[in-house]
């Protein structure tokens, strides 16, 4: 069974750095676009970025513009956040998603994506 597993989650300090990674145990992405989405305390679930199988990026939001980074790297089946300059307002449970490899484009409302992991906590303190 199909299973998106993020890690790299945790607590770190404003102004620091996080990375996490998104990967599907036994199943193999490269042909998939895969997105990064958080929740927020309080808040609804939001898009971030997605990149599709030939590296294109859709930014969802301004606010993680310059400091977030989506990649992927097929040889090692992993998709990345980099999350620079983070600040208390990202805190949340970050959340990675997949959509069917029919799709070649990331889509326009990442809240149709096919599949979800369960997400991973990070926690910005000021």
């Known amino acids: 069974q199909l299973q998106l597993v993020e890690s790299g989650g945790g607590s770190v300090q404003a102004g620091g750095s996080v990375t996490l990674s998104c990967t599907a145990p036994?199943?193999?992405?490269?042909?998939?676009?895969i997105g990064w989405l958080r929740q927020a305390p309080g808040e609804e679930r939001e898009g971030l970025m997605c990149?599709?199988?030939?590296?294109?990026?859709?930014n969802y939001v301004d606010s993680v513009k310059g400091r977030f980074t989506i990649s992927r790297d097929n040889a090692k089946n992993t998709v990345y956040l980099q999350m620079n300059k983070l600040k208390p307002e990202d805190t949340g449970v970050y959340y990675c998603?997949?959509?069917?490899?029919?799709?070649?484009?990331?889509?326009?409302?990442?809240?149709?994506?096919?599949?979800w992991g369960k997400g991973t906590l990070v926690t910005v303190s000021s």
């Open positions: 990149i599709d199988r030939r590296g294109d990026i859709i």
């Open positions: 998603a997949m959509r069917g490899a029919q799709y070649i484009n990331c889509p326009r409302d990442p809240s149709v994506m096919d599949f």
């Open positions: 036994g199943f193999t992405l490269d042909r998939n676009a």
